[in-house]
T-cell receptor
Framework: NAGVTQTPKFRVLKTGQSMTLLCAQDMNHEYMYWYRQDPGMGLRLIHYSVGEGTTAKGEVPDGYNVSRLKKQNFLLGLESAAPSQTSVYFC????????????FGQGTRLTVV | GQQVMQIPQYQHVQEGEDFTTYCNSSTTLSNIQWYKQRPGGHPVFLIQLVKSGEVKKQKRLTFQFGEAKKNSSLHITATQTTDVGTYFCAGGAGGTSYGKLTFGQGTILTVHP
């Protein structure tokens, strides 16, 4: 069982470039999340999804878009990358939302120069 | 919005000493979860507390949920070098945010042998 897989693991972007981060889970989980982790800030929720075809904003959604066209995949897009988006991005999934264990991917380290 | 504050941000201990991290929420929580993140790794679920005043133990780790369900703590007895990492609490709120957890900033634990 792979669990939660994030692609890519590392990326360097130039300011203004766009990219998409892919998260795939093989546990048939309904809920999926994108977080960013910055030193001293903990994990901050960017966007989340409570099921296929649904998305919702988290704490820090500006500059990001998401899509959940298939239940197993959750995509995070950066339309025009900014240095402030330099961070480690984690995807997570749960079976039953906030009351169930979250499984995290290995993370994507993104640097915007 | 809901805020979850975690202290201390850093803790350095000698191997064998005890360690405690505290988590406080601005609102009443429905549940609280604890995660551990090893250096360079991803968060891994430790435990969930749901009931007011609940206490749970996992070997040398003791987790408590406050009577008012607004605070929680994690205590490690006789730390070992394998305990090194960042410990996060994550609180779930009620209402429409059924799918979301709010993470604290984390406590980075260093254990000196």
């Amino acid at each position: 069982n792979a669990g939660v897989t994030q692609t890519p693991k590392f990326r360097v972007l130039k300011t203004g470039q766009s990219m998409t981060l892919l998260c795939a889970q093989d546990m048939n989980h309904e809920y999926m999340y994108w977080y960013r982790q910055d030193p001293g800030m903990g994990l901050r929720l960017i966007h989340y999804s409570v099921g296929e075809g649904t998305t919702a904003k988290g704490e820090v959604p500006d500059g990001y878009n998401v899509s959940r066209l298939k239940k197993q995949n959750f995509l995070l897009g950066l339309e025009s990358a900014a240095p402030s988006q330099t961070s480690v991005y984690f995807c997570a999934s749960t079976w039953g939302g906030k009351l169930t264990e979250a499984f995290f991917g290995q993370g994507t380290r993104l640097t915007v120069v | 919005g809901q805020q979850v504050m975690q202290i201390p941000q850093y803790q350095h201990v000698q191997e064998g000493e005890d360690f405690t991290t505290y988590c406080n929420s601005s609102t009443t929580l429905s549940n609280i979860q604890w995660y551990k993140q090893r250096p360079g790794g991803h968060p891994v679920f430790l435990i969930q507390l749901v009931k007011s005043g609940e206490v749970k133990k996992q070997k040398r780790l003791t987790f408590q949920f406050g009577e008012a369900k607004k605070n929680s703590s994690l205590h490690i007895t006789a730390t070992q070098t394998t305990d090194v990492g960042t410990y996060f609490c994550a609180g779930g709120a009620g209402g429409t945010s059924y799918g979301k957890l709010t993470f604290g900033q984390g406590t980075i634990l260093t254990v000196h042998p």
